[in-house]
Every structure is written in structure tokens, then in C-alpha cells.
């Protein structure tokens, strides 16, 4: 039988180490097993979380992980795969408060087997800097040209105009590295910043709660104000989930958006995680009547055809003419929380202005 927990009121929310000794054990020891690569992402997820936000959960918490860390020297070596996993949440349980130095030994060895020339990604050898720079170290081969492809990747503002979640996160993401989390500036450009925006846009025109998390908390460490309607929103977003224990229970769930909207509550200063949680299974879900107007908004687009502009105040009509209302408000209220709106419609109307392709 399983019982759904609800918002608890702030007069009965369990002491701060209480509710992060349940959280952290549901993730360590009741959700997936340690050899699952699921449990790794999840963990690395919980703890760099907990970490970046300076959120202390207590020695008692951190025993949970208490074999992981014991054994985690015998993992990467026959798991050098999933080396920045290994990294990051050892990493992360040091310096929460984890007695030890493994950590500086697991950097060291994927040091000299020079794991992180095997990344194809720049995103990932941004991330392999940061945790080796996390011990002061830097991997055995090293590129100086790396973070100008970054940054020349994240000042074309004309991607994140266009429904692309991948390159979006990625686009935190190389926040999050360039920043070390909000510890210093990552000296983002104008045209990085407006990039932020457009991602933003689009994410809250999709009403996904989730990677406007992300790129809200990219902002705030860029030094760039979320616009506050945004971050409103995510407020009452977060309010709405619903955590479920029991033996049984699913983790097909939003886990991810569950931990990333309290991300975002705890960089803003609100309360975070604040649910009863307990020593068992959980699933995290969120309530599932949102307006998505992304669709409604592309295919109408589509279907202009020449008709298209990507002049906002001359297509409006048209969007009135072809957007059910929830759709509109949606796309209206986007239209008021940003000032780059309409740049960032110019490059969402794709009116072709090089002409047709031949």
C-alpha cells in the first residue's frame, strides 16, 4: 500500500537533517542499485545539488553512502567509463563532510590514464577540467582552445531561438563549469547572456519547469537577473509535487525536474525540499495539467508559409486566429517577461530571409 505525501506545512516540516538523511538515503539505498548507471546519474545529481548550494545534510545522512565510498576505488577501476560519476559524487561527499581522500586518489589515477581524452564532447571535457580542478589537477592533455569553442558555441544566440533541449542544457551546463557553480564569474559576453534568454523563452513557452530551472540558476551565475516571472512560476511549480513511498512504487517519475526545481528555491533563497520524506522508496511526480503551447505555436507557424514574419506585433493576429486561449496567455505572458522577446521571435518565425533553398 502506498501512501502519497503532501506539501508539509513549514510548522511540521522535519529538521533540515532529518529530511535530507531520508532524501539522500531513498537515492543511496531504495531507488536503483549501486552498479546501475541510473543510480550513478541520480546520486552525482542529489549531491552536486546539495553541494553547490552549500546545503549541509549532516554526517548521519552521508552514511548511506558509506559502502559506495569504501568500494569506490575498486569501482572506477573497472568502470573507467563512468569516471566523472566516480569524481563528482566523491567529490561532492568530501567536501559535504565525508571523512577521507579518496577523491584526490581517483583524480590522480583517471589523471594519469588520461580518461578524459577519451570525450568526444567539449561539454564533457569542460565538465573533466572542473572535477580534476576540484583537487588541483588538470588532465594530461590539455586543450587551449577548448573554452573559446565554448563560448563561441554559447554566443550563437540564434540556436537557442529554436526548440533544441539538448543544446539548451548544454548551454547551463557550460555555465555551471565556466562559473564553478556561482564561485566566480564566468564572464559570459552580451550575446552569451541574450543566449540565456532565448533558452528561457522557449522553456517557459514549452512550460518546462525543469530546463528553465536550469537556465534560471545559469543566469543568477552569470550575474544576469531572471525575469520574475519566470522564477514565479517555478515557485508555484515546485509547490505542486507530490512524493509517494512504498516498496512498490515506480521511479519512472520526474525525479529530475523534483531536484532541480528545489535547485532553483534554494539558489533563490525560498525554502527547498520542503516535503516529508522518509527512510524508504520514493517517486517524485508533478502535476500533470500544464498548457503546452510549443506545438500549437510551431505548427502555425509552419502553416503560414510566406505568410510568416518574424515580426511579433504583425503576427500576433495571426497566433490569436490559430493558438487556443491557454496557448496565447502562455505566449503573451512570455511576450511581457523578457526583453528580448522579440529578437528572440525573429529567430523563432524562420521567415527565411536568405530565400528558398534550391
Not at 529530511?19 to 552525482?44: M, P, Y
Not at 564561485?183 to 550575446?191: E, F, V
Not at 512550460?207 to 537556465?215: G, K, R, T
Not at 539558489?267 to 520542503?274: K, L, R
Request: hydrophobic fraction near 40%; charge should be negative.
Amino acid at each position: 500500500m502506498t501512501n502519497v505525501i503532501h506539501l508539509t506545512p513549514p510548522s511540521r516540516i522535519n529538521p533540515q537533517e532529518a529530511r535530507f538523511g531520508a532524501l539522500l538515503s531513498c537515492f543511496a539505498q531504495h531507488r536503483r542499485h549501486g552498479d546501475d548507471v541510473f543510480w550513478l546519474k541520480e546520486n552525482a545529481e542529489i549531491l552536486n545539488i546539495l553541494e553547490s548550494t552549500g546545503t549541509a545534510p549532516g554526517e548521519a545522512a552521508l552514511d548511506a553512502y558509506a559502502e559506495f565510498y569504501e568500494t569506490v576505488e575498486k569501482r572506477l577501476r573497472f568502470f573507467p567509463q563512468y569516471y566523472r560519476f566516480f569524481l563528482s559524487i566523491t567529490l561532492d561527499l568530501e567536501d559535504l563532510g565525508m571523512p577521507g581522500n579518496h577523491g584526490e586518489r581517483l583524480v590522480g589515477w583517471a589523471r594519469e590514464q588520461d580518461l578524459p581524452r577519451a570525450e568526444l564532447s567539449d561539454l564533457q571535457r569542460m565538465e573533466a577540467l572542473r572535477l580534476m580542478a576540484r583537487r588541483d589537477m588538470t588532465p594530461k592533455s590539455t586543450d587551449p582552445t577548448l573554452e573559446d569553442r565554448a563560448r563561441y558555441f554559447m554566443a550563437r544566440s540564434s540556436t537557442f531561438a529554436l526548440p533544441n533541449k539538448k543544446a539548451a542544457y548544454e548551454l547551463t551546463h557550460l555555465v555551471f563549469y565556466l562559473s564553478e557553480y556561482g564561485r566566480c564569474d564566468p564572464q559570459l559576453d552580451a550575446d552569451a547572456k541574450r543566449s540565456l534568454h532565448f533558452a528561457g523563452l522557449l522553456a517557459f513557452i514549452e512550460q518546462n519547469a525543469d530546463l528553465l530551472s536550469e537556465i534560471c540558476i545559469a543566469m543568477h551565475y552569470a550575474g544576469e537577473m531572471p525575469p520574475v516571472l519566470w522564477t514565479d512560476w517555478l515557485k508555484r511549480e515546485t509547490a505542486l509535487f507530490t512524493v509517494t513511498d512504498g516498496a512498490g512504487v515506480s521511479v519512472q517519475d520526474d525525479y529530475h525536474e523534483f531536484l532541480v526545481c528545489n535547485w532553483h528555491q534554494a539558489m533563490a533563497g525560498d525554502a527547498a525540499f520542503a516535503k516529508g520524506f522518509v527512510y524508504d522508496r520514493m517517486r517524485f511526480d508533478h502535476n500533470v495539467g500544464r498548457a503546452t503551447p510549443m506545438r500549437e505555436m510551431s505548427e502555425a507557424m509552419f502553416n503560414l508559409d510566406d505568410a510568416r514574419s518574424g515580426d511579433w506585433m504583425s503576427m500576433r493576429l495571426h497566433m490569436e486566429d490559430r493558438l487556443s486561449p491557454e496557448a496565447m496567455q502562455v505566449l503573451e505572458k512570455a511576450k511581457t517577461s523578457s526583453r528580448h522577446f522579440e529578437a528572440f521571435f525573429h529567430g523563432f518565425a524562420r521567415a527565411d530571409p536568405l530565400g528558398a533553398l534550391h
